[in-house]
C-alpha cells in the first residue's frame, strides 16, 4: 500500500504551532488530547527520540471500556521522516480498562488497526511527531445497524472510509463539506460509494446532510475495494489538507483526519484618538488571546516582529504594551495596526493612559492562567479599559467588556456597514456623574486617585465592602408573587409563586416549567431570597449558575430572575418592556442596578453588557460578522478624556 501522502490545498501556516497537527484521532467521535512532552522516551542522547503512543478502547454506543480488542501497530508504507528507523509491526491487547500503548516509535507515518471476534476492523492513519494519547472506538457487527441504519448494511466484500475534518483552531468541526475521489477515475460522475452520510452528535449517522455535524465525522459506505483514493474538504474561512492515497480494503473502515486551519491573515484596526489630554507617547496597547488548548498568547509589536507570539515566561509588561505611536500613523492620532488571528480564538485589546499596564503569568506556565491588568490593585490608578475582538475562523467578534468595571466609554464598528455600538459621550466625566451626586454607597462605585482625577466606574459586584441596595426591592418581590403568579416566558415558559400556605414549603418560590422541548413538567424550587451581590453578579445562591449543578432551563430561570432585579421590573407584567426599566416603583422600592442604567443610557440604542446576563430580552451589543465581511476593518474612537487635576 502507498504512503499517506499530506499537501495542503493553498499556502498558509500557523505562527508557532500548538497542536500536532497529525493527531492519532479517535474513530467516529473526536476527543482527543495531546502531551506536549517531548521526552526522548529512553532513546540515549544523540539518537534520533522516539515517542509513546496511547488511550483507550471504548464501545462506540455504550462508551464503555473494550477489553480483549487487538491494536496492531505498523510504519505506513516507507516513513518519508524517518526512513532509516522504520519499526516492525508491534502488537497489543487492551487490558481491562480498555487501555493500550505503544513504546519507541519513532517519528514517521503510522497505522493502527484494532480488530476482534464479533467486530469490525477499523485502521487509522496518522503521523508520530510527538508523545501521542487518544482513545479508540470500535464498532461491533451487530451494532452496525444501529449506527449506519435500515439500508446500509454491513458487506464484508466491500470498502468503508471514515473522514475526521478537524479544524485544528476551533472546537467546532460543522459545517465542513467533505469529498472523496477515486484517484483513478477521470468521470465525477462515476459512483465511487454508495452513500455519503454525516456522524450527527447523537452517533447516528444523517444520510441527508451534505456537511459535517459538530463530531466533524463524515462516514463513506460501500467502496469498491482495492481503489486508492483522495479526500478534500472545504469550509468557509478554513484552510484543509488533502490527504491522497487513501485505500479502500474490503471488509473495513479506514479513517483518516483532514486538518484544517483558519485561513485568516487578519484585518485592519484603527484607533482616533478624540483626546485633548492624553498625547499619542501617553497611550499603549496591549492586544491578548488564547487558543483552544489553553495557551495564552500576546501582539509582540518589538522588532518587526508584529505576530502573536506565545507566552512562554512571566514576561515584564512592556512585552505586552507598546506605544500607539508604534504602529502606522494614518493621520494627527489617528492609527492602525494589522488584527492577527493566528493560534487564537479569543482576543482582547487593552488601551492605557499614562502608564504600561501589567500583565503576569501564573508559576510562569502559559496554560495556568495569564493575571490580566487589575483594576483594583497595581493598576487601580491608571485608565484604561478593554474591547473583545475575536475570531473563531469563521466568524469575528466585537465587543466592549464592562461586566466589572468601565474605564474608557469606546465606540465600536465595522468598517463595511459604518454601524457604531458602545458609547457615544462627550467626555468620561458622564460616565461618573450618576454616581458623584449620590449620598448612599452608589458613590463608593467610582475611583479617582490621590489628585481627585477619575479613573473608573466600578460594576457594584466590584465595589469593595458590597451593600443590600437591592434588598428592599427583593423583599417587595417575593411579597407581591405570594399573593400573585409570576408568568415569565423567555426560550421557556415559567409559572411561579412564593408559598405561604400551611403544608407548603413556606416562602418558598416554586416555579413549573409549562413549555419548551425537554423541559416541560421540570420544578425549580427557589428555597430562599437572593442577596443583592448574587443578582448583581447573576449568580451563586438560591441558583448557581454553576453548569455542573443545574440545567440550561434552571440556569436560564436564574437569569432571568436576575435581569429582572437589575432592571427594576420584577414585579412588572413584561419584562421585556424597556421603557419600564429602571422606573421608580413602590413595587420596586425604587431600587435597581444604577451601574447599569447608566451604562444602559449612555449606551447607542441601550445596547450594551452592564452586568453577566445582559443579553436578556434583547440587549446584546455584540457584533457578529463572517471574515469576509469583517475583512475592511475595524474602526475604534477613544472619547474626549477628563482633564487632569494639577
Known amino acids: 500500500m502507498k504512503n499517506l501522502k499530506y499537501s495542503f490545498t ?35 542522547a544523540g539518537t534520533q527520540p522516539s515517542h509513546t503512543v496511547q488511550g483507550t478502547v471504548l464501545n462506540l ?10 491494536c496492531t501497530l505498523s510504519p505506513d508504507g516507507a516513513s518519508t521522516d524517518a526512513p532509516s528507523l522504520a519499526v516492525s509491526t508491534q502488537s497489543t491487547i487492551s487490558g ?6 505503544f513504546y519507541g516509535v519513532p517519528a514517521g507515518d503510522y497505522k493502527l488497526k484494532t480488530s476482534a471476534d464479533g467486530f469490525v476492523p477499523m485502521t487509522t492513519h496518522f503521523k508520530v511527531d510527538s508523545n501521542v494519547q487518544t482513545t479508540l472506538q470500535q464498532l461491533s457487527a451487530s451494532e452496525w445497524t444501529q449506527l449506519l441504519g435500515a439500508g446500509h448494511s454491513y458487506d464484508p466484500a466491500r470498502a468503508y472510509v471514515m473522514i475526521h475534518s478537524d479544524a485544528v483552531s476551533n472546537s467546532d468541526d460543522s459545517g465542513v463539506t467533505v469529498n472523496l475521489t477515486n484517484n483513478a477515475l477521470t468521470s465525477e460522475t462515476t459512483l465511487i460509494y454508495e452513500a455519503k452520510g454525516q456522524i450527527s452528535n447523537t452517533g447516528a449517522i444523517d444520510w441527508t446532510s451534505t456537511s459535517t455535524h459538530l463530531s466533524g465525522l463524515t462516514f463513506f459506505h460501500g467502496l469498491i475495494s482495492g481503489a486508492i483514493h483522495t479526500a478534500t474538504a472545504v469550509k468557509d474561512g478554513y484552510t484543509f489538507e488533502s490527504v491522497n492515497d487513501i ?3 474490503a ?23 478624540n483626546s485633548s489630554v492624553y498625547k499619542t507617547e501617553e497611550i499603549y496597547l496591549a492586544i491578548i488571546g488564547q487558543d483552544k488548548s489553553g495557551n495564552h498568547y500576546y501582539f509582540d509589536n518589538g522588532d518587526g516582529y508584529k505576530k502573536m507570539r506565545i507566552v512562554t515566561d512571566n514576561q515584564a509588561g512592556d512585552k505586552f504594551c507598546f506605544p500607539i505611536g508604534g504602529i502606522k500613523a494614518l493621520g494627527p492620532n489617528k492609527f492602525q495596526y494589522i488584527h492577527p488571528f493566528e493560534n487564537t480564538v479569543s482576543c482582547r485589546v487593552y488601551v492605557f493612559f499614562k502608564n504600561r499596564g501589567h500583565f503576569k503569568v501564573n508559576n510562569g506556565d502559559a496554560k495556568a492562567g495569564l493575571a490580566e491588568p487589575s483594576h483594583m490593585n497595581e493598576d487601580k490608578y491608571t485608565i484604561f479599559d478593554k474591547f473583545e475582538l475575536t475570531c473563531d475562523g469563521s466568524l469575528v ?51 479617582k486617585d490621590a489628585k481627585g482625577n477619575i479613573m473608573r466606574v466600578l460594576s457594584p459586584n466590584q465595589i469593595e465592602n458590597s451593600f443590600g441596595s437591592l434588598d428592599e426591592a427583593i ?14 416566558k423567555y426560550n421557556w415558559t415559567y409559572k411561579g409563586r412564593v408559598h405561604t400556605a400551611e403544608g407548603e414549603l413556606k416562602n418558598h418560590f416554586v416555579f413549573n416549567v409549562t413549555a419548551g422541548a425537554g423541559n416541560v413538567g421540570d420544578t425549580y424550587d427557589v428555597s430562599f431570597k437572593p442577596s443583592s451581590f448574587t443578582v448583581f453578579k447573576c449568580d451563586g445562591d438560591p441558583l448557581s449558575n454553576d453548569g455542573s449543578k443545574t440545567t440550561v432551563a434552571q440556569r436560564n430561570l436564574h437569569a432571568c430572575i436576575c435581569a429582572a432585579l437589575n432592571r427594576g421590573v420584577f414585579c412588572n407584567k413584561d419584562w421585556g418592556a424597556s421603557k419600564d426599566y429602571y422606573a421608580d416603583s413602590a413595587l420596586n422600592a425604587k431600587q435597581y442596578n444604577l451601574y447599569s442604567k447608566m451604562l444602559h443610557d449612555k449606551a447607542m440604542n441601550g445596547l450594551v453588557y452592564g452586568f453577566p446576563y445582559d443579553d436578556h430580552y434583547g440587549k446584546d451589543p455584540t457584533f457578529k460578522k463572517t471574515y469576509k465581511e469583517a475583512k475592511t476593518g475595524v474602526t475604534v474612537s477613544i472619547p474626549k478624556m477628563p482633564a487632569l487635576i494639577k
Open 10 to 44: 493553498n499556502s498558509f501556516k500557523l505562527a508557532g504551532t500548538l497542536l500536532c497537527v497529525s493527531l492519532l484521532v479517535f474513530l467516529f467521535v473526536s476527543g482527543c488530547a495531546l502531551n506536549d512532552d517531548d521526552g526522548d522516551g529512553g532513546v540515549t
Open 61 to 70: 454506543l455504550t462508551r464503555a471500556p473494550l477489553a480483549g480488542i487487538v
Open 96 to 101: 481491562a480498562n480498555g487501555a493500550y500503548i
Open 247 to 249: 485505500p479502500a480494503v
Open 251 to 273: 471488509g473495513e473502515i479506514t479513517h483518516v483526519i483532514l486538518k484544517g486551519t483558519p485561513a485568516i491573515d487578519g484585518f485592519p484596526v484603527t484607533i482616533i484618538n
Open 397 to 447: 467578534y466585537l465587543n466592549t467588556t464592562v461586566v466589572d468595571f468601565i474605564g474608557i466609554g469606546f465606540t465600536l464598528k465595522f468598517d463595511n456597514d459604518g454601524i457604531e455600538k458602545g458609547f457615544q459621550v462627550a467626555c468620561n466625566d458622564e460616565l461618573a456623574a450618576p454616581f458623584l451626586s449620590r449620598t448612599d454607597s452608589w458613590k463608593n462605585a467610582v475611583i
Open 475 to 488: 423583599n417587595a418581590g417575593w411579597s407581591h408573587y405570594s399573593t400573585n403568579e409570576l408568568e415569565i
